[in-house]
């Protein structure tokens, strides 16, 4: 034990990842520590702990309940007694000393009776700053607002993360937050890293992101709904089964004979496509008019669904054969792609399936060249198209979604979900995510899911979920060392996803100066300060 620990107890419970621990020392469970070691209380909600294993290691702890032994015993008040408190805390992993690192997790337990210390702020601040590689700060602890709370890039943008929370929350703000830290907080040990080059592809459906990157740190390029150029003929003819929803019985032998014709000019159209139906058709029926009416009758529902995307004219001109974004995308020098996705649910669920695809295709066949890049794709509003509750409706995207989200990540592919609503999500895409940032959330059904997914570390968090402040989130998952609350590091620039100023714009003889505020304002601005502040005191972590 370190001369300026502090014992607090002794271990009388041990469950589940769990431990009770008695407070044996009453003079400090109140006692306010202001040195060069500790600035808190040294027994307090979300606080840290340890005892040691076996082995000689610490095993660490974090406190989500503080009782009085004595509340449930019917006393007198009047009497001054003995305080006697019991601490819970959970179990969150191993600290070793001899190599001065701390690993999430833990597979060997505290014996029953083993001392529980309080941990100082020196251990604390090696216990929650991992030695990863790379690191990426992203803001400042709630509860100890001298700990920098960092990320590991390679497993936030290289494995599947979640954001989640209320419109409004700030989920746009952190998601730029955390890509303009790419060029602005990254770091190797003590040395700035800014000589990235990332490849993030944004399906922004709200037209927020545009304005978030106008500084000109990253190269950008914009694509429009009129630039979506989407080449249908790359599906395979399992895919265009699900594409035209062709049934068992005539649709579908039909359909894969067409489709077998066709791939000999290896590129055709969906004109192209319902031509060769009919030309199908008259091969089977012959002269036979009766039978020629029953197969169109047969018939009807892949012909509709094909008049369908042909009589929609966005997707008429997406669906052209000259043309590849994802190709386009993949071979240009932009560091960040826009895909302004101002699209209905129809066209949106179609549009999704085939980039998903495509993109999917590339990187299978780029796997083995150097020049392919790990890819991040993320997807805003996701609920709009991985809807668990319109599955049925809008099946197509929700498909390759979740296909990228269970095999994507071996081929270089990583997604970044973010949705106001996640009890409506995929719950196979909710499973993949191996890291989560989660804003405020106060819907009963997504508090559910959200106590689903966290883990067993993080449950004391679940009751903070409505009331965490804006641009405050919890951190969670293998790209955090630690689970906390955050306030996350503010955008600059900010994307275009402000609260409304509804009286200020009603205002008749003040809309020049309101628009030219709104223009000048920073939203952020004493947040920024006090974040700067936080952020030089952490140099020394």
């Not at 790419?182 to 592809?201: M, V």
């Not at 029953?294 to 997707?315: G, T």
């Not at 996705?341 to 399936?353: P, S, T, W």
């Amino acid at each position: 034990m370190n001369y300026d620990d502090y014992k607090i107890g002794r271990i009388v419970k041990i469950q589940e990842g769990h431990i009770t621990v008695e407070v044996t020392e009453q003079n400090l469970i109140d006692k306010l520590i202001i040195d060069s070691i500790y600035r808190d209380f040294l027994v307090t909600i979300n606080g840290l702990l340890y005892c040691y294993l076996p082995n000689g290691k610490k095993a660490i702890a974090r406190i989500n309940q503080i009782n009085d032994k004595k509340s449930s015993y019917n006393e007198d008040i009047f009497i001054n007694k003995q305080k006697n408190y019991i601490v819970e805390a959970v179990l969150i992993g191993v600290y070793d000393d001899y190599e001065e690192s701390f690993q999430r997790g833990i597979n060997l337990f505290p014996i029953i009776g083993s001392e529980v210390y309080s941990v100082n702020n020196k251990l604390k601040s090696k216990v929650l700053r991992s030695k990863y590689k790379y690191e990426l700060s992203i803001g400042i602890s709630v509860f100890n607002d001298d700990n920098i709370v960092y990320a590991n890039p390679d497993i936030l943008f290289g494995k599947h993360l979640g954001i989640f929370g209320n419109t409004g929350s700030g989920k746009t703000c952190t998601l730029v937050s955390i890509i303009q830290g790419l060029k602005k907080r990254l770091k190797k040990g003590e040395t700035d890293i800014t000589n990235i080059s990332p490849k993030i592809i944004i399906f922004d459906t709200n037209d927020e992101y545009e304005k978030a990157f106008s500084d000109g740190i990253f190269k950008i390029k914009i694509y429009n709904n009129t630039d979506l150029k989407l080449p249908h003929f790359k599906l395979n003819d399992s895919e265009y089964i699900k594409f035209f929803n062709a049934s068992e019985g005539i649709q579908l032998p039909t359909l894969r004979n067409a489709l077998l014709r066709l791939r000999e000019k290896r590129i055709f159209s969906i004109e192209d496509i319902l031509e060769e139906i009919e030309v199908q058709l008259n091969k089977i029926a012959g002269q036979d008019n009766n039978y020629k009416r029953q197969l169109r009758n047969w018939l009807a529902p892949l012909y509709n669904r094909i008049y369908s995307i042909l009589d929609n004219d966005i997707l008429k001109e997406i669906l052209v054969c000259d043309k590849d974004i994802v190709e386009e995308i993949m071979n240009d020098d932009s560091e960040i792609t826009l895909i302004k996705a101002e699209l209905d649910k129809n066209e949106l669920d179609i549009v999704m399936f085939l980039f998903a695809k495509i993109l999917y295709s590339y990187c299978i066949e780029s796997r083995d060249t150097n020049k392919l890049k790990n890819i991040v794709l993320i997807l805003e509003e996701a609920h709009r198209y991985i809807n668990d509750k319109e599955a049925n409706d809008y099946k197509l995207g929700y498909y390759y979604i979740e296909r990228l989200a269970r095999e994507g990540r071996k081929y270089g592919i990583s997604l970044i979900i973010s949705s106001q609503r996640p009890s409506e999500l995929s719950e196979t895409v909710i499973s993949q995510c191996n890291s989560f940032i989660i804003h405020k959330i106060t819907n009963k059904k997504d508090i559910e899911i959200m106590n689903k997914i966290l883990d067993i570390s993080s449950h004391n968090f679940i009751n903070l979920l409505p009331n965490i402040e804006k641009q405050h989130a919890l951190v969670m998952g293998e790209a955090f060392n630690h689970s906390d609350i955050v306030q996350i590091f503010p955008a600059n620039p900010l994307p275009r996803s402000g609260d409304p100023n509804v009286i200020d714009s009603w205002k008749v003889n003040e809309q020049n100066e309101y628009l030219d505020e709104i223009k000048e304002r920073d939203y952020f601005k004493e947040e920024q300060v006090a974040l700067d502040a936080n952020l030089d005191r952490g140099k020394d972590y």
